[in-house]
């Protein structure tokens, strides 16, 4: 929990929320909560405050309550603190207890004001203690697995993908897994929160020294018995128990195989001494767009045996893979292949190199009757960009061969991105997914072209709720047309009165949404967005319109 709280310098007083802090523990002790809180005046003050059950509002007494570097406070009967001699400044509030965490959704359940004399009076932090869950991990046949690591994950979302990630530090998890015992059994004790609990065999040990490794090759299974994040059924706590979280998993670890690979291209230096001279950039599933982390013996490099370079812990799947390696003159390049692997192990799998390339083109008007400045205009593939020059040329130097989304800053307020051409196809129309639309690097060496349109709207709009409305993710989101062009969509924050407003809508019909919470870029995906399909408000928006708009707020439990 992280606040900060001022003096005006009319006198009165006012409460200012600021991000949070990620806070780690030590020994048994599990982080409660913590707090910003500013003094102002010039001589100390004290902190003070009372700490509750987030279920039952009753005070919790025994509570650690401290200011890193100034004598803790522990909490009485009442759950009251004081912090006295407190000089003036900045401070991490903490509270620390065991099995308990802090209750950081929801910011109106502790307050607080700076009074004369640099007093800071009247907290209230709202804490809840762990729930539990546990199961059993059981293989096909029914019988009891040990040794099965558990973990239970969150969903959160990458750039539209549905992912599962570990629990942050900040919600007061030390540790968020766990062993299956000899009778299959598992227990997590956790905050209030929303898990997907997954389990996966150990990994085999690696069986050839210096081959590069594919970290998680082993797939995780989730609660009740899929490797799908998307059909994995989430698992609520909110301080209680929640027992019967019971699903299978193979008993025999699923084979993975190791590839051999050529490299052509490589400098003279660099065949000697592989593991300086090339590295996997990349392992691609060619379906699902994820990329498979590789890791070596030293910085990710690979070491070479008598077959070539040796990539173990393989999959089963059909892969990009992308390797780089030092060529002649000193150059960094770049090759890519497509592989199967099936049944077994794949050898002399041969990966050309390619120098970087050097990507030109040019933005230009979509209509040629308007004028547009490109002044400022910048053009982005990767960590490689160029300004285009006044007449909307560019060139993006040395860029390695793989797929890029492609990115235009610093359009004039009223443009937007019509279309992007390559080779006279375009890429608007060929986008398919979520990495839509995307420059394949290598595979032809056509010219861009840029169609930049200036007659986008602008909308100004209100979310209902005002009172709740500040912070409030709000989205407008094209049709079904449009979904995997990126630009297409518009995103912001609500300010404090509840209002909003975009700029450069290109023409067309949209839905707008604002919600109280939302993982960032979720509404990128397909699924997720299926489930609110119809209930944002709708938007048509015509060539250079002005529309003004209500919106309604969805809540969490919407």
Not at 39 to 63: C, F, K, M, R, Y
Not at 243 to 254: C, H, R, S, V
Not at 348 to 375: K, N
Not at 441 to 464: C, F, H
Request: glycine share 12%; charged share 20%; net charge neutral.
């Amino acid at each position: 929990m992280r606040f900060n709280l001022r003096r005006k310098n009319s006198g009165s007083h006012q409460r200012k929320r600021q991000s949070r802090y990620l806070w780690t523990s030590i020994a048994l002790a599990i982080l409660l909560g913590s707090g910003v809180v500013i003094l102002s005046q010039e001589q100390n003050g004290s902190v003070s405050g009372t700490v509750v059950d987030s279920h039952t509002q009753a005070p919790i007494a025994g509570v650690r309550v401290q200011i890193p570097g100034i004598g803790p406070s522990i909490t009485d009967e009442s759950g009251r603190f004081r912090i006295t001699d407190v000089p003036p400044g900045q401070y991490h509030l903490q509270a620390v207890q065991s099995g308990m965490t802090a209750v950081l959704e929801d910011p109106s359940s502790w307050s607080g004001m700076l009074v004369a004399g640099g007093d800071v009076r009247d907290l209230r932090l709202r804490m809840s203690r762990f729930g539990v869950i546990r199961g059993h991990i059981r293989d096909d046949q029914g019988k009891p697995l040990s040794g099965v690591s558990v973990q239970a994950l969150v969903l959160s979302y990458q750039k539209g993908r549905r992912v599962l990630v570990e629990p942050a530090l900040a919600a007061g998890i030390l540790n968020s897994s766990a062993y299956s015992n000899a009778e299959g059994e598992y227990q997590l004790a956790l905050p209030s929160g929303v898990y997907f609990i997954c389990g996966k065999m150990q990994s085999a040990v690696v069986s050839e020294a210096g081959a590069a490794r594919v970290m998680g090759g082993t797939p995780k299974i989730c609660y009740p018995g899929t490797s799908s994040a998307s059909l994995a059924t989430p698992v609520a706590i909110n301080g209680q128990e929640a027992p019967g979280i019971d699903f299978n998993l193979a008993a025999t670890i699923q084979a993975t195989h190791k590839v051999y690979v050529r490299l052509q291209g490589l400098a003279t230096a660099s065949q000697n001494f592989i593991a300086a001279g090339a590295q996997i950039a990349e392992l691609r599933d060619r379906f699902s767009q994820e990329r498979l982390p590789v890791l070596g013996p030293v910085n990710r490099g690979i070491a070479a045996s008598a077959e070539g370079i040796v990539i173990d812990g393989v999959p089963t799947g059909s892969y990009d893979l992308l390797m780089e390696g030092g060529m002649e003159g000193g150059v960094r390049g770049r090759g890519m292949t497509p592989i199967d692997v099936r049944d077994e192990d794949l050898h002399d799998i041969v990966v050309s190199l390619q120098p970087p390339q050097d990507i030109a083109g040019r933005v230009s008007a979509a209509d040629p009757t308007r004028t547009i400045s490109f002044s400022g205009v910048r053009v982005q593939l990767g960590t490689r960009s160029a300004n285009a020059e006044p007449n909307g040329t560019f060139v993006v130097p040395a860029v390695l061969n793989g797929f890029y989304a492609i990115t235009v800053d610093g359009l004039p307020p009223d443009a937007y991105v019509s279309d992007i051409r390559c080779g006279g196809v375009s890429l608007h129309e060929m986008a398919h997914d979520l990495d839509g639309p995307e420059l394949q690097v290598g595979l032809s060496g056509a010219s861009l072209q840029i169609l930049v349109a200036n007659n986008g709207g602008s909308i100004e709009g209100l979310v209902d709720e005002r009172a709740a409305a500040a912070g409030a993710t709000v989205v407008l989101v094209p049709d079904n047309s449009r979904r995997f062009v990126q630009s297409d969509y518009k995103a912001g924050v609500a300010r404090s009165d509840g209002t909003f407003s975009f700029k450069g809508v290109p023409p067309g019909m949209y839905q707008l949404f604002a919600w109280e919470s939302i993982p960032d870029t979720a509404w990128l995906n397909p699924e997720f967005m299926a489930r609110w399909e119809g209930r944002g408000q709708a938007v048509s928006m015509e060539a250079a319109g002005s529309v003004t708009v209500r919106a309604h707020l969805f809540s969490k439990d919407d």
